[in-house]
């Protein structure tokens, strides 16, 4: 019952910076302002001095040293009867190399050796079934709404916008073409986040490039644009993406060339350009920066869809009640993870006692 230990929430951030506001920084700080009991600490963190007993723990992106070292975190949060989600939003293939090796030397252990995932969406859900069998999935969705701008699409220059996170394959296969609309179109301006090799292929007179920025500052370079460019090729890890950047595009009114992966499966009919190869992104992008109306149209249809369905408000009751939910079921879920992690004999339930409830609810 959650009245004999009510639901508190402990959140780690392993690894700060501007992907984790979406997923982390802007719910949890929602749910506090609700006046749930919800902490957030950020690397480096002690877990006997930040996690409290009898307290749901949710770790983004956890990366220890070893296998064992990941058991040892399981084992020392049932003790004090905790229940362990590893917040995990993104395909394991996905992830940069560096990041990769250690993972596949733990057998990816941050996301078998846990309570369950903490994770983004159904499909990504279902790849790591094989690992873990218990998800939570909560979509990614949109904090701040501006006001609709559809004023900036009639000014000039046309300010295009690149800001896909290791997409490499995706934008050499559209850097020629796009560098020849640029000769061609001698006062289009391009913006660049993150890809280096990107930039360097495209004429240094138009070109804008940033290193990866605050979220604050990306979505203040966004609003400036008209247009952006969400190239994603077809791919299992690609498909099991969330449709996010599609969701800041409408909501910042910047009209959009998706696909042909993941984001035709989300978008409602004339919200976006979706393109069925990469190599149509560019074409597409030239006949929307050419047809004022068109542009104008889809921001609309794209605003509208994104500030119905996708504000975070809205998700936050259904949010709560998950993790309400989940609580109240610890025992059980416990009791979960020791059936399938049977390997130890030091992995025994939890009792009643210890984890501090009276009934399994």
């Given amino acids: 019952m959650l009245a004999d230990r009510p639901l508190r929430i402990e959140v780690l951030v392993n690894s700060p910076g501007p992907h984790d506001q979406v997923r982390i920084r802007d719910p949890f700080n929602a749910l506090q302002g609700l006046g749930v009991d919800c902490r957030i600490h950020e690397r480096p963190f002690r877990f006997n001095s930040c996690i409290r007993p009898h307290s749901l723990v949710i770790w983004q992106r956890p990366l220890p040293e070893s296998r064992q070292r990941q058991w040892e975190h399981l084992q020392w949060l049932?003790?004090?009867?905790?229940?362990?989600?590893?917040?995990?939003?993104?395909?394991?293939?996905?992830?940069?190399?560096?990041?990769?090796?250690?993972?596949?030397?733990?057998?990816?252990?941050?996301?078998e050796l846990c309570h369950g995932l903490h994770t983004s969406t159904a499909r990504l859900a279902e790849a790591l079934r094989p690992l873990?069998?218990?998800?939570?999935?909560?979509?990614?969705?949109?904090?701040?709404?501006?006001?609709?701008?559809?004023?900036?699409?009639?000014?000039?220059?046309?300010?295009?916008?690149?800001?896909?996170?290791?997409?490499?394959?995706?934008?050499?296969?559209?850097?020629?073409?796009?560098?020849?609309?640029?000769?061609?179109?001698?006062?289009?301006?391009?913006?660049?986040?993150?890809?280096?090799?990107?930039?360097?292929r495209l004429p240094t007179n138009q070109l804008v490039f940033h290193p990866t920025l605050p979220y604050c500052m990306y979505k203040a370079l966004l609003a400036t644009c008209q247009i952006a460019l969400l190239p994603l090729e077809?791919?299992?890890?690609?498909?099991?993406?969330?449709?996010?950047?599609?969701?800041?595009?409408?909501?910042?009114?910047?009209a959009t060339v998706c696909g042909p992966e993941l984001y035709n499966r989300w978008a409602p009919t004339g919200t976006s350009q979706l393109i069925e190869d990469i190599n149509q992104v560019v074409p597409a992008a030239q006949a929307l920066a050419a047809n004022l109306a068109a542009r104008r149209r889809q921001v609309e249809r794209a605003y509208g869809w994104v500030s119905q369905q996708w504000p975070l408000r809205t998700q936050l009751p259904y949010r709560l009640w998950l993790y309400q939910k989940l609580w109240r079921h610890r025992l059980a879920i416990d009791a979960r993870v020791v059936e399938r992690l049977n390997c130890d004999p030091s992995l025994r339930p939890m009792n009643r006692w210890e984890f501090g409830c009276e009934a399994q609810g």
């Fill in 132 to 200: 873990q069998p218990l998800a939570l999935v909560l979509e990614n969705s949109i904090n701040d709404l501006p006001t609709m701008d559809l004023g900036k699409h009639n000014a000039q220059p046309l300010r295009l916008l690149v800001a896909n996170q290791n997409r490499s394959r995706e934008h050499l296969a559209i850097s020629q073409a796009l560098a020849k609309w640029a000769a061609a179109e001698p006062s289009l301006q391009l913006l660049v986040i993150g890809d280096r090799d990107l930039a360097q």
């Fill in 78 to 111: 049932r003790e004090r009867g905790c229940l362990l989600l590893t917040e995990w939003d993104d395909h394991p293939t996905l992830f940069p190399k560096p990041i990769q090796g250690p993972l596949r030397a733990m057998a990816l252990a941050p996301l």
């Fill in 234 to 254: 077809a791919s299992e890890a690609n498909a099991c993406k969330t449709p996010i950047k599609l969701l800041e595009c409408a909501a910042a009114s910047v």
